[in-house]
């Protein structure tokens, strides 16, 4: 009998993703044993076309992992999705939009406009652009369309699961594919569809190994602004650490070593807009007397947008008015 | 009986026409066959008078016999008769949380101008309840024990009244008093308008009262340092200052004051207008009649050197330099907050000369001027020991001013006629000028009494004086007179009065710890610092906090009468809980699961009613359901929306949302 077929897809990402299924070690091979890995592009040699060959529904198993923000993301996202019987969006881009859901603050021409003629470290007098199609004697080269929003793996195909983290935890993966290869071979019911896998159900916070106390918030700081305490609630040190509004999983690592959460494994459950949540958590702990005052401690905010909503604005209910 | 089949909701629609407060702009039936026609609604109705017996009959036979199992009635504001609808639905067998009230009258038929709107206005706001009610669950009100005893906190005569009214009905009353005596400003008040009883008299028999009761338990010199739990069951902390003499022991003899070596501490009671000792009781009739050592004038104390003389005098053995404060924990079902007023520092307004001026005196000077038992004897008299042969009493100062404060202090055109009077009184010769805005003299025998002064050769000028100013020395006949200008509004002339002595009628003024008082209590305080009651006319001395009264001029400023009122509203409204065994709770309050919660404490610290603990064995936030007043500020600051507030569940609001938009 044939093992069944797993993929992994990397789309708009940075790659750790990829790093971090390596992070599950020597089980790697135990993925080897269970699964046949059919189409991993950073790690093995098959081609779109072999996935394209294949029959609906093959592949088991699909990892993707990536933000959808041109069209070959969006392209391996339906074939993907038509070839695979389960489709997980892996990481906090595939699932939440991730870093690169903050373009969503520009559109395409503006981020070209910047990368290639605004850029202090670029001279190009003569506005050379890339161009999606290009003849050479050899034929036709091409570039994939690059869109003005940035997408979540769900906002343009159906998903089944999720496991958020940038990048996924390598315990919380094993654990993931641990259970998918013990339902394979014991048979078992998978999870409910949309369940979020390899993560918990409370927030950030309950792994955090700080002393929690009532917060009173008269300014904020960055991490090195702050003297070292390893105690302390972050939060309650001024420092904007978004534990409360983020799902637990991680085991806390950024907390422990004195870093504040980034919100990487999106919101807990029952929470949908990560970063209003956060707003609207910090608008109530901070302590002033007058409105200017508020004024004065919300201006001490570093990056709103990029703090709040770092890896959660292509998900988030602020959207953009008009491309 | 007919009932749903399947389980879903069915529910009765009830438009009220009140009269024609709503049928006169809103299309009622095109609205009812709206409602008619929403889903899940199975019955909807007009009728002229909802509220009335017959209307509310209408929905209990529609519950009984109809099997309606929501009910919507679109009329007034909840406010209104939510009560009245909620008791109708219970009484036909129905959960009354099981009712939404869509307010088609204060939202609509009276605020707005179309008819064609406002029918359309209407409709919407009874989707939006129709929407909601499918969700609302069945809620029972949550039943607590009542601890019968009561905390009364300000000692002035409002907390004396609702003490002893309290006390009287056979409660255990805790009264709490910053100073070493209860009294407050009744106290040093010299007589009492329009009728003129000495003050003393009237209320020093109820000090003493307050004294010997045995169901009253005095806590002087003494303040209120936390507060904990909610109605029926506060905790209280209360810090008792070490007076440095045991109170048992101490008999009042007034020895170790006439002892004490300090002899230069400015005496409050007097106004700073003369001194006392370091060792002091701070007035005869004072209740305690005991002695207080000043910890910031004793010698002993300050320096740790000092003859003690009053330890020799002291008889009985009472004076204890090693005394610490000591904190003395209460439990109590009700709370009176009677924390009083200050006046206003007449300095801020410097064109009146007050503080560089010495004849410009405040309103509580001329009170202990005037008192026999004040600095001179009762003798009203000049800071040089002359009589003034003219007197001008400034009304408003620090009243009805932008500068300081908007409002009207009340009491000042009253005590002014009085002061008046008994400068005419002592003084038959003196001139006696007030210069006012506008009198107001609207008590019970106030107007009647301002009559009266306008017969005893006061003269009334109506305008805000402008400056005092020391009169210039080259001329003869105003020399070393303070010269009042004034615009006479009723003549059109600036008049520059030639005076011996200026009396500012200062304003009353909230304390200067009133907010955090208010914050410690958990209820709300006015941008000038006054209490806010829970409302203005129909419960003046209940607070947003169940269990928690106000009474007197912490509340506002008032006079002698509605203050003692007041106080008698409160200790009613006290007694009214007091009184129960237990105590019933609104359940549309706030539930978290400890399942759920991270314990990351961020609500703990946030909930106003002190009903958010937590449970270190859990590892999860707790709500006190007897506390928690539903008021959602954990709702809103949880990060993993843990806490759920029954009543405005996310999907009850989010229906109500759609609902409206639809």
Not at chain 2, 282 to 290: D, E, G, I, M, T
Not at chain 2, 323 to 349: C, H, P, S
């Amino acid at each position: 009998m044939s093992k069944p077929k797993f993929a992994m897809y990397w789309a708009a990402a940075c790659g750790g993703c990829e790093i971090a299924v390596l992070q599950i070690k020597e089980k790697i091979l135990e993925v080897a044993e269970n699964f046949d890995i059919v189409f991993w592009p950073v790690a093995t040699d098959f081609k779109y076309k072999d996935v394209e060959a294949m029959a609906d529904g093959e592949i088991l198993l699909t990892l993707f992992n990536g933000a959808v923000r041109n069209s070959e993301n969006e392209y391996m996202a339906h074939l993907l999705r038509q070839k695979s019987q389960v489709l997980v969006a892996f990481g906090a881009c595939a699932a939440q939009g991730g870093i690169p859901g903050l373009a969503n603050v520009s559109t395409a021409a503006e981020i070209k406009e910047l990368v290639y003629i605004d850029n202090p470290s670029v001279q190009n007098p003569d506005r050379v652009f890339p161009v999606e199609r290009f003849e050479v004697p050899e034929g036709e080269l091409d570039l994939p369309h690059l869109y003005d929003t940035v997408r979540a793996l769900d906002q343009v195909e159906d998903v089944d699961y999720y496991i958020p983290g940038c990048p996924p935890e390598g315990p919380q993966i094993w654990a993931v594919l641990e259970t998918i290869i013990g339902i394979l071979k014991n048979g078992g019911d998978l999870p409910p569809k949309g369940t979020v896998l390899g993560a918990g159900t409370k927030t950030c916070c309950d792994e955090c190994s700080r002393v929690k106390k009532e917060k009173k918030i008269t300014g904020f700081k960055k991490p090195w602004e702050v003297p070292w305490d390893p105690e302390t609630c972050l939060l309650e040190q001024g420092i904007i650490c978004m534990g409360p509004v983020t799902r637990d999983g991680c085991g806390g690592r950024c907390t422990s070593v004195g870093m504040p959460c980034r919100g990487c494994y999106g919101p807990p459950p029952g929470v949908t807009d990560q970063g209003a949540k956060m707003l609207s958590t910090l608008a109530s702990i901070i302590d002033a007397e007058s409105p200017e005052k508020i004024a004065e401690i919300a201006a001490t905010v570093p990056d709103p947008l990029g703090t709040f909503y770092r890896f959660g604005l292509a998900k988030s209910m602020l959207r953009r008015a008009k491309v | 009986m007919a009932e749903s089949t399947n389980g879903e909701p069915r529910i009765g629609v009830y438009v009220c026409d009140c009269g024609t407060n709503i049928a006169g702009k809103v299309d009622v039936p095109a609205v009812v066959e709206f409602a008619g026609s929403l889903p899940h609604v199975a019955v909807a109705r007009e009728y002229k008078y909802m509220c009335s017996d017959p209307g509310q009959e209408i929905i209990q036979k529609d519950i009984k016999e109809m099997g309606i199992d929501r009910v919507v009635v679109a009329a007034c504001s909840p406010t209104m008769h939510e009560p009245t609808f909620r008791k109708a639905v219970q009484s036909a067998g129905l959960n009354q949380f099981l009712f939404q009230m869509a307010n088609i009258r204060e939202h609509d038929s009276w605020v707005t101008e179309d008819p064609v709107e406002a029918t359309e206005k209407a409709k919407h706001i009874i989707d939006a309840a129709v929407h909601r009610v499918v969700f609302q669950e069945p809620l029972e009100a949550i039943e607590v024990p009542m601890n019968s005893d009561v905390l009364v906190v300000g000692g002035g005569i409002a907390g004396i009244e609702a003490a002893l009214k309290m006390a009287d009905a056979g409660h255990t009353v805790h009264l709490v008093e910053r100073d070493p005596s209860i009294g407050g400003h009744m106290a040093q008040f010299d007589k009492t308008f329009p009728t003129l009883d000495c003050s003393a008299c009237i209320l020093t028999p109820k000090m003493s009262a307050v004294g010997k009761h045995p169901n009253i338990k005095l806590h002087t010199y003494s303040e209120v340092t936390e507060v904990d739990g909610y109605v029926g069951n506060f905790k209280v902390k209360v810090n008792k200052k070490a007076r440095y003499v045991d109170i048992d022991k101490c008999t009042g003899c007034m020895l170790c004051t006439e002892q004490c070596v300090v002899a230069k501490v400015p005496n409050e009671f007097n106004e700073s207008l003369d001194n006392r000792r370091a060792a002091y009781i701070p007035f005869p009739q004072a209740v305690p009649l005991r002695a207080t050592i000043d910890p910031e004038r004793c010698l002993q104390l300050t320096r740790g050197k000092c003859k003690q003389t009053c330890v020799e005098a002291c008889g009985p053995g009472a004076i204890d330099f090693e005394q610490k404060d000591e904190l003395v924990e209460l439990e109590v079902g009700a709370i009176i907050i009677t924390t009083g007023y200050q006046t206003f520092d007449n300095e801020r307004i410097a064109r009146y000369g007050y503080g560089q001026l010495p004849d410009v005196i405040s309103s509580l000077e001329f009170e202990r001027i005037s008192n026999a038992s004040g600095p001179t004897g009762g003798e009203i008299v000049c800071k040089n020991g002359e009589k003034p042969r003219s007197v001008a009493i400034l009304h408003c100062v620090g009243s009805r001013d932008e500068n300081y404060n908007e409002y009207c202090s009340r009491v000042c055109c009253m005590y002014s006629l009085k002061f008046s009077h008994l400068i005419k009184e002592h003084l038959p010769e003196t001139e006696v000028y007030q210069c006012y805005i506008d009198m107001r003299c609207f008590g019970k025998g106030y107007e009647e009494f301002y009559k009266r002064l306008m017969n005893e050769g006061v003269v009334f000028i109506r305008g805000r004086a402008a400056e005092v100013t020391a009169a210039s020395k080259r001329q003869a006949e105003t020399e070393g007179k303070l010269l009042v200008t004034v615009e006479d509004t009723l003549l059109g002339v600036v008049r520059h009065l030639p005076v011996d002595m200026v009396i500012l009628s200062s304003a009353l003024q909230a304390q200067p710890d009133a907010k955090e008082v208010a914050q410690l209590f958990g209820f709300g305080c006015s941008s000038a610092g006054f209490y806010i009651e829970r409302h203005p006319k129909l419960e003046p001395v209940s607070t947003v906090t169940d269990g928690i009264f106000i009474a007197g001029c912490c509340q506002g400023p008032k006079d002698i009468p509605d203050t003692v009122a007041q106080a008698g509203a409160a200790a009613a409204g006290a007694l009214a809980l007091v009184d129960n065994r237990t105590v019933k709770i609104e359940p549309t309050i706030s539930y978290i699961d400890p399942e759920k919660c991270s314990g990351c404490h961020i609500c703990v610290g946030l909930c106003p009613h002190n009903a958010i603990v937590y449970d270190a064995e859990l590892d999860a936030a707790q709500v006190i359901e007897a506390a928690c007043k539903g008021c959602g500020v954990c709702v809103s600051a949880c990060g993993s929306n843990v806490p759920v507030q029954r009543g405005f569940t996310d999907e009850q609001i989010f229906a109500e949302i759609e609902g409206a938009l639809a």
